[in-house]
Every structure is written in C-alpha cells, then in structure tokens.
C-alpha cells in the first residue's frame, strides 16, 4: 500500500493505537476484540450498543469518538486525538436517527 500523509502502516497491537489505554483495552475485552484487524472491520456505533448491552449502563458517548478514531487507525488512518471525531460522531447519530436515544 502506498503510503500518504494519511494513511499509515496498522499498529501491531491494540494498545499500540493512539487513544487507548487501560479501559479502552478493557471494552475491547469485553466486545471480544482482540486484534487491530478484527477492529478494522468493525463499526464504532455498534461497538458502542454492544458495550452497552453487555455492562448493564449507558456509556458517555464520547465513547464512541474512541472507538472511530481507534477505527479509523486500524484501517490504517494517521492517529490524531479522539476529539477529532466528536462532530463526525454527532452528525453520523443525527443520521442514524439515534440522537433522542433513550437513557438507560
């Protein structure tokens, strides 16, 4: 693949991936991701209803920016802060009808 300023070689590991730590791995674990290639592949939003439904509780949904910016990464985006994908994640629930969800 050829590289541009915006694509990157995959980091090796989860932990490799800029904006993840310690319970972001642990929500990996949780939603059984184990790999950057297995996160390659999925869907930030998803992610974000899965952890909810296995922990019982609503998370912050800024944690969904993690999970797009980790996404974007293990596709082999250029790291860059969680926050960057705030507005892309508010625009992406207003699409998806998802904005008014109710609290659990």
Same mark, same amino acid.
């Given at each position: #693949?050829?590289?541009?300023?915006?694509?990157?070689?995959?980091?090796?590991?989860?932990?490799?991936?800029?904006?993840?730590?310690? @319970?972001? %791995?642990?929500?990996? &674990?949780? %939603?059984?991701? &184990?790999?950057?290639?297995?996160?390659?592949?999925?869907?930030? +939003?998803? %992610?974000? !209803?899965? %952890?909810?439904?296995?922990?019982?509780?609503?998370?912050?949904?800024?944690?969904?920016?993690? +999970?797009?910016?980790?996404?974007?990464? @293990?596709?082999?985006?250029?790291?860059?802060?969680?926050?960057? +994908?705030? !507005?892309?994640?508010?625009? #992406?629930?207003?699409?998806?009808?998802?904005?008014?969800?109710?609290?659990?």
């Amino acid at each position: #693949m050829k590289k541009t300023p915006r694509t990157i070689d995959r980091p090796a590991s989860l932990a490799d991936l800029a904006n993840v730590g310690p @319970a972001t %791995l642990a929500d990996f &674990r949780v %939603l059984d991701i &184990r790999t950057v290639a297995q996160l390659a592949k999925q869907d930030a +939003f998803k %992610l974000f !209803e899965r %952890l909810c439904d296995r922990t019982g509780k609503r998370h912050d949904p800024c944690c969904i920016d993690v +999970f797009l910016s980790a996404i974007d990464q @293990a596709r082999g985006g250029a790291p860059c802060p969680w926050w960057h +994908f705030t !507005e892309q994640r508010k625009q #992406m629930l207003v699409g998806r009808g998802a904005a008014g969800r109710k609290r659990r």
